[in-house]
């Protein structure tokens, strides 16, 4: 079974637009490793904290907080992964496999669907790597799982080519969408719905 309100081992901070939902503050305050992205440093450090390491090309970086904390900046040259996946694959080779990122929705819509895409492929290489945002949780699946749920909240199933999709739990019947926004805006009826499939799939659940 699959519950929303997991406790990752470290924490990602993106640089989309910075978390206000009590949520993904929560997870940040709480961290015991927190990774922030280039430009996503800026504003956690003006807000008093410390990050345990900067990740990127640094470029995005303020040159005040470039010098003051280059010994935690890890500059990455590779152009074919954004710093989000960078910021992964560190704390891949330090050991952490269960990760929450936050800040990486908002501002250009087209690093929002990148980086939430990226989910599939954090969970083909064995992470289990969760966006959590200020409106809910994004994971990653893959076949058959039940998860935790409380009836009225909103779900959302985005195919990325599972076959046979049925649910338990569900208003609204599942198919084998075609499209992002067909399987959206569906609602649990229970503390717990299955999806039964094989393949893989994306689940939104509300945190309303």
């Given at each position: ?52 390491v900067i990740i990127g090309d640094g470029d995005s970086l303020s040159p005040e907080y470039k010098e003051r904390f280059s ?38 819509e087209d690093h929002t669907l990148g980086n939430i895409s990226l989910l599939m492929e954090y969970m083909r290489e064995g ?82």
């Open positions: 079974m699959i519950n929303e309100h997991y406790t990752p081992e470290a924490v990602i901070l993106a640089n989309g637009e910075y978390p206000t939902h009590p949520l993904p503050l929560r997870m940040l305050e709480e961290a015991k490793f927190v990774t922030c992205c280039d430009g996503a440093a800026n504003e956690y450090i003006s807000r008093g904290h410390t990050p345990d010994p935690i900046i890890h500059q990455i040259a590779d152009q074919e992964t954004n710093d989000q996946t960078k910021a992964v694959h560190f704390l891949q080779e330090k050991g952490f496999r269960k990760i929450a990122i936050v800040g990486a929705t908002g501002k250009r992470m289990e790597v969760r966006i959590v945002t200020d409106y809910g949780v994004f994971m990653p699946v893959n076949g058959t799982q039940t998860f935790e749920s409380h009836p009225g909240q909103q779900i959302s199933i985005i195919n990325f080519g599972a076959k046979e999709l049925k649910g338990e739990g569900l208003v609204y019947p599942l198919s084998d969408f075609t499209n992002w926004w067909q399987g959206t805006l569906n609602e649990a009826t229970n503390n717990r719905f299955t999806i039964q499939c094989t393949g893989e799939y994306l689940v939104f659940l509300t945190s309303m």
